[in-house]
């Protein structure tokens, strides 16, 4: 069994609802979840609870040496672990919920490209909500943000949530066909156009 695997039982068996998965996902999720992030240029790409990295992987191989990539990590086990086996990725140590801080803290601009492996099924409606208002700030105007969710779970309180959320934040938000190569099969959810939320006027 490989050391990615070990940690992430051993992770899941310790916290199971912060993990919020059976197992990393599969290479055909991988390639689906990352299509959106372009070959050329310099992308900035933002990943959201990268885990063991499966991801990870595949954003390295569409970026090629090219762009920058932030993964925000809330599990210190996983981030030490992808740390050191990605030494170009710049792995930050935690929660989502405070991108925007960690993109200020590095004077970067916004991203073009979010991709997020997060729980959002075991999230509250308050912290899908942080979660998704700092994506939204955080992004690009001609950006993508690709989530997903797992096919049999769909339609559970959670699930609805999250789509109606994604529809109030974004002008576009496109279903993929079911990937049924993952364990359990899942759904992209690809989302373009953030509807900024109006500052608050003072008077
Ligand atoms: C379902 S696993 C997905 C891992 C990997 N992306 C994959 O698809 O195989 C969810 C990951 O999100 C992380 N996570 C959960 N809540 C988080 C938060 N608020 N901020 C950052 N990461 C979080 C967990 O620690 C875990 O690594």
């Known amino acids: ?66 762009g920058r990539h932030l993964a925000v990590e809330i599990n210190p086990t996983f981030a030490d672990l992808l740390a050191q086996r990605h030494p170009e990725v710049d792995v930050l140590k935690a929660d989502a919920g405070s991108l925007g801080r960690l993109l200020a803290e590095r004077n970067l601009p916004r991203a073009e490209v979010i991709v997020s492996g997060l729980p959002w099924a075991v999230f509250s409606e308050q912290k899908q909500r942080e979660i998704l208002v700092a994506v939204v700030a955080a992004l690009a105007d001609d950006g993508a943000f690709t989530t ?40 992209v959810y690809h989302c373009r156009r953030p509807i900024r939320q109006p500052a608050a006027v003072s008077s």
């Open 1 to 66: 069994m490989s050391t990615e695997m070990i940690s992430f039982l051993t992770q899941l068996a310790r916290n199971p609802l912060a993990v919020g998965a059976v197992a990393p996902s599969s290479v055909p999720l991988a390639e689906r979840i990352t299509a959106t992030i372009p070959r050329t240029g310099q992308p900035l790409v933002v990943e959201l609870g990268p885990g063991t990295g499966s991801f990870t992987r595949m954003i390295q191989q569409r970026l090629a040496g090219q």
């Open 148 to 187: 997903f969710a797992y096919q049999h779970a769909r339609w559970a309180p959670p699930a609805r949530r999250l789509q109606r959320m994604l529809r109030e934040l974004f002008e576009e938000v496109v279903v993929g066909g079911t990937v049924w190569a993952n364990l359990p099969p899942a759904v």
